[in-house]
């Protein structure tokens, strides 16, 4: 059965060459039928691709004044016709314009594709498809030079094994092509950048037990040496669980609580735990008790909560008042994980859902008992796998985290940086 999409995005963000090399690989190296169709007919760039004009000086026509319907129709026609497995419609960038109109009308398309340089880029694109009843099925960012995000700079090189093109060509155009290889070597690579995401949030992990709480926090039940072998174990279990957690039938806060929960036992198992604060949480219960017949509605103690105000964060909860924020955490959270599975594959919406989860569970309530950083890190990388989103990889130094961790713009551009990372220290 022939899929066809369109190809739109901004110009210069190397759409042409990523779809060229897809169809190469689709047919040089998985052994399926694939025709790139350029519906860009104002400048002939396949002729140049196949090196039969330059790329500079090749001719070029402007804007609508001329018969651009004729040769375009032909084009959209040989794309409807074609009968290859994959069918690739490459539209031109420099305009979103009457021909726009006419190429998603008439185009007989599965979905779109969008490829942009920039955030505002993939939304400019995403919202033009949207709004002519073409469903965008892929967004990919890209960038140019020698800093790679996920589409790196091609430099007009059509490469059938470009690790992005394989991307798009073996996991999401037809899912089963994904072999036990593929699956393994993604599972390998998850596993490892999560074991350097929890040891670079986690003071755990070297041995240290810094009271950061006040007065009511407790050291931990392991010091030293011990504490770092039983904290490192729990987080090579930790990441094979959140590995496994499957992705919900629906984003409710009832599904993030019980995760995250499962998760901090987990963490902490043998290190902390609500058992090594059963005398205080007593008390706390005790005062919620006291304001529930006083407010006339239920005020919740969770045993699993800090009982101390930590003074470094902006909101300063009350732990009389964690589980009414965690409440309404979980359900913005389950709001905003719905939206970017909606838009999927729109990686803005997916980012910021990540970096808002990261900013309140490790930011501003930082809600648990001990070890905040290390629940943050398996709720962002199990949000980043269930979505399909490039794993971030936080900054080596806690301090470079912390830079970001008050703002939700900067945290957002901060988990770009993250995939930056990602890709550069383990591609």
């Known amino acids: 059965m022939t899929k066809r999409y369109i190809v739109g995005g901004p110009p210069h963000s190397g759409k042409s060459t990523y779809v060229l090399s897809l169809t190469r690989r689709l047919t040089e190296r998985l052994g399926r039928s694939a ?3 350029e519906f860009d007919v104002w400048s002939s760039s396949y002729p140049a691709f196949e090196g039969k004009i330059p790329f500079e000086g090749r001719p070029k026509r402007f804007g609508l004044d001329w018969d651009w319907q004729t040769p375009l129709d032909e084009r959209i026609a040989q794309f409807n016709a074609a009968t290859a497995d994959v069918v690739f419609g490459d539209l031109p960038g420099a305009k979103i314009d009457a021909a726009t109109d006419r190429m998603c009308r008439e185009a007989k398309a599965d979905g779109a594709i969008v490829v942009s340089r920039t955030l505002e880029g993939l939304k400019l694109w995403r919202q033009a498809f949207e709004e002519r009843g073409v469903k965008v099925v892929l967004e990919c960012l890209s960038v140019q030079g020698e800093v ?7 430099n007009r090189t059509i490469d059938a094994a470009h690790p992005d093109v394989a991307l798009l060509a073996d996991n999401v155009l037809d899912p089963e092509l994904l072999d036990a290889e593929t699956a393994e070597e993604e599972r ?12 670079r949030r986690s003071r755990t992990t070297h041995g240290r037990d810094e009271n950061l709480g006040g007065p009511l926090k407790k050291p931990l039940t392991l010091v030293g040496t011990d504490l770092r072998r039983r904290a490192v174990s ?37 290190i902390c735990g609500p058992e090594w604060y059963a005398d205080s949480f007593g008390a706390l219960a005790a005062d919620a008790q006291t304001l529930t017949r006083s407010c ?32 309404r955490f979980y359900g913005r959270l389950a709001e905003l994980l719905t939206r970017a599975e909606s838009r999927f594959p729109s990686w803005s919406d997916t980012i910021e859902a990540m970096a808002y989860a990261d900013l309140m569970t490790d930011g501003e ?6 070890g905040c950083g290390r629940v943050a890190v398996a709720l962002v990388m199990w949000i980043a796998h269930v979505l399909g989103a490039p794993l971030p990889l936080f900054a080596e130094s806690k301090e470079g985290h912390k830079m970001t961790i008050r703002d939700l713009d900067r945290h957002r551009l901060y988990f770009l940086e993250s995939i930056r990372r990602a890709e550069l220290e383990h591609p």
């Open 35 to 37: 025709l790139a169709v």
């Open 148 to 154: 790679p995000l996920v589409l790196r700079d091609t």
């Open 188 to 199: 390998r690579r998850f596993l490892d950048v999560f074991r350097r995401n929890y040891a």
């Open 234 to 270: 729990n987080g090579e279990r930790l990441a094979t669980l959140v590995l496994e957690t499957p992705r919900p039938a629906a984003w409710t806060p009832d599904v993030l609580r019980a995760n995250c929960e499962r998760w901090f036992d987990l963490a902490n198992e043998g």
């Open 296 to 327: 006339g509605r239920p005020i919740r103690a969770n045993p699993r909560y800090r009982l101390w105000t930590p003074e470094h964060t902006t909101l300063k909860v009350s732990p009389l008042l964690l589980e009414d924020e965690m409440d």
């Open 365 to 370: 309530l930082r809600p648990w008992l001990d």
